[in-house]
C-alpha cells in the first residue's frame, strides 16, 4: 500500500500526493480546466508539475451528469497528441488516462501514460483489468450506480457506504485473481450519489481503509460543494479545500484536483499538523 508501480516508477504514498486535472474537451463541468490546444495543455501541465502535482490525469470525455457520448476515434485524437507533447516536454511526468475504453487506455500507455483510471472499475468483462497487468500500470478503480447519462436520475442505496465498500472488496478481489495489485480506490464522488449520499461517503471514507489500498479523493468543484451553497464551480475553492482537508483526515492519499498550488498549500499544512515536533 505504500507504493504504486507506474511501468517501473514508483509513487510514494505514505504522504498524500496531489493528481492535476486536465480535461482534452470542451464540456467538462468547469470551465478553466478545458484545454483544447497543444499549447494550452502543455502550459497547464507545466504550471501543475511546477506547482507540485505527482501525477497529471488527461481526459478526452466529459463525465459530468448528462454528458454527451463521443466515439472512439474522436477520444483517440483528442488524447494520444495531448499525451506525447506533455512527454516529450515532461518526459520524467507520470501521465493517468481517464477513460473506460480499453482501446483508448491502451494506446495512450503506448505513448506514456502510467495509469488507468477507469470511471467503470473494469465494467462487466475486467478487460480493463487484464490491460492494466499485462501494461504493468496502476489502475484506478472508481464506483458509479448508472452511467454518466444515467446517475443522476434518483441515485438511491440503503447504505451507501457498506454498499460500495462491498462493490469494492468483489472489484479489489478480481483484480488480485489475475495478478494485478497496484490498485487505487475511488469511490467516485458525484457518480450516481445524491448530495445526502457523497457527504456521507465523505464521512465514511475511512471505512475503505480495510481494503488496504490508497485511497483517491475527486472532490474538486463538484456540485456537493456548490449546490448547497447556491453558488457555481467556479466560486468554491474554499469548499474544496474544506472538503478534501477531511478527505485527507480519512486516509485519501490521492487528490485528484483542478487547484494545484492551493491543494498543495493543504498538503504542506496537514504534514505539518501531523508532525509532533512542530515548533
Not at 495478478?179 to 445524491?194: A, S
Not at 484536483?257 to 509532533?276: G, I, S, Y
Request: glycine share 6%; proline share 4%; hydrophobic share 45%.
Amino acid at each position: 500500500m505504500n507504493t504504486l508501480n507506474c511501468r517501473g516508477c514508483l509513487i510514494d504514498v505514505r504522504t498524500a500526493v496531489i493528481m492535476g486535472i486536465i480535461n482534452v474537451n470542451n464540456d467538462s463541468f468547469y470551465m478553466k480546466s478545458r484545454h483544447d490546444t497543444h499549447a494550452s495543455i502543455l502550459a497547464s501541465a507545466a504550471k501543475m508539475l511546477n506547482e507540485g502535482a505527482t501525477i497529471l490525469d488527461l481526459g478526452g470525455v466529459s463525465t459530468r451528469p448528462n454528458a454527451s457520448s463521443i466515439s472512439v476515434q474522436t477520444e483517440l485524437e483528442r488524447v494520444i497528441p495531448a499525451i506525447d507533447h506533455i512527454k516529450q516536454s515532461f518526459p520524467d511526468s507520470i501521465i493517468s488516462i481517464d477513460t473506460f475504453n480499453p482501446e483508448v487506455a491502451a494506446n495512450a500507455i503506448d505513448v506514456g501514460a502510467s495509469i488507468i483510471n477507469d470511471i467503470t472499475a473494469g465494467g462487466t468483462d475486467d478487460e480493463m483489468l487484464h490491460l492494466a497487468k499485462e501494461k504493468n500500470c496502476t489502475y484506478i478503480m472508481m464506483h458509479m450506480q448508472g452511467t454518466p447519462q444515467t446517475m443522476q436520475i434518483n441515485p438511491s442505496y440503503k447504505d451507501v457506504v457498506l454498499e460500495i465498500l462491498d462493490f469494492f472488496i468483489e472489484k479489489v478481489g478480481r483484480a488480485k485473481a489475475i495478478g494485478l495489485h497496484d490498485l487505487v480506490i475511488d469511490p467516485g464522488f458525484g457518480f450516481g450519489k445524491t448530495i445526502a449520499h457523497n457527504y456521507q461517503l465523505l464521512n465514511g471514507l475511512n471505512v475503505f481503509n480495510i481494503l488496504d489500498k490508497p485511497l483517491l479523493a475527486g472532490i474538486s468543484r463538484k456540485g456537493m460543494l456548490w449546490k448547497p451553497l447556491n453558488s457555481s464551480p467556479e466560486e468554491v475553492l474554499p469548499a474544496s479545500i474544506a472538503a478534501n482537508l477531511v478527505a485527507l483526515q480519512k486516509g485519501a492519499k490521492i487528490l485528484r484536483v483542478h487547484d494545484v498550488e492551493a491543494t498543495m498549500q493543504l498538503l504542506k499544512t496537514f504534514e505539518l499538523l501531523q508532525q509532533n515536533n512542530v515548533k
